[in-house]
Nanobody, 127 residues
Framework: QVQMVESGGGSVQAGGSLRLSCAIS????????MGWFRQAPGKEREAVAV???????RYADSVKGRFAISKDNAKKTLTLQANSLKPEDTAMYYC?????????????????????WGQGTQVTVSS
């Protein structure tokens, strides 16, 4: 069982950028599918992006072209580069891990498909 700790959240103005990091403890090979989710107050947790490999990444339509997900197995880090931030991006952002097949299936955006979660990092975007 891996553990994950998110960092990098903060408060920015619209149009700004943040780089979120997820530090992974344990064997990253046991978590081949990893993603970022977010949850705003009063709303359901939603998928932001998922990383299965360098050629298998997926993004929510709302963040395509603005966010980029990457994973460094040597540094045991999952990263989300968030650019051109909008007020509607305000949420708690979570790092999550799933079995390998999740990244290759339609369930990649389903939070119930993920077995491990971090504690979250808050992102607040002001207009």
């Amino acid at each position: 069982q891996v553990q994950m700790v998110e960092s990098g959240g903060g408060s920015v103005q619209a149009g700004g950028s943040l780089r979120l990091s997820c530090a992974i403890s344990g064997d990253t090979a046991t978590v081949p599918c990893m993603g970022w989710f977010r949850q705003a107050p009063g709303k359901e947790r939603e998928a932001v992006a998922v990383f299965g490999s360098e050629v298998n990444t997926r993004y929510a339509d709302s963040v395509k072209g603005r966010f980029a997900i990457s994973k460094d197995n040597a540094k045991k880090t999952l990263t989300l580069q968030a650019n051109s931030l909008k007020p509607e991006d305000t949420a708690m952002y979570y790092c999550a891990a799933a079995d390998w097949y999740t990244c290759f299936s339609a369930s990649w955006s389903n939070a119930d498909s993920y077995k491990s979660w971090g504690q979250g990092t808050q992102v607040t975007v002001s207009s």
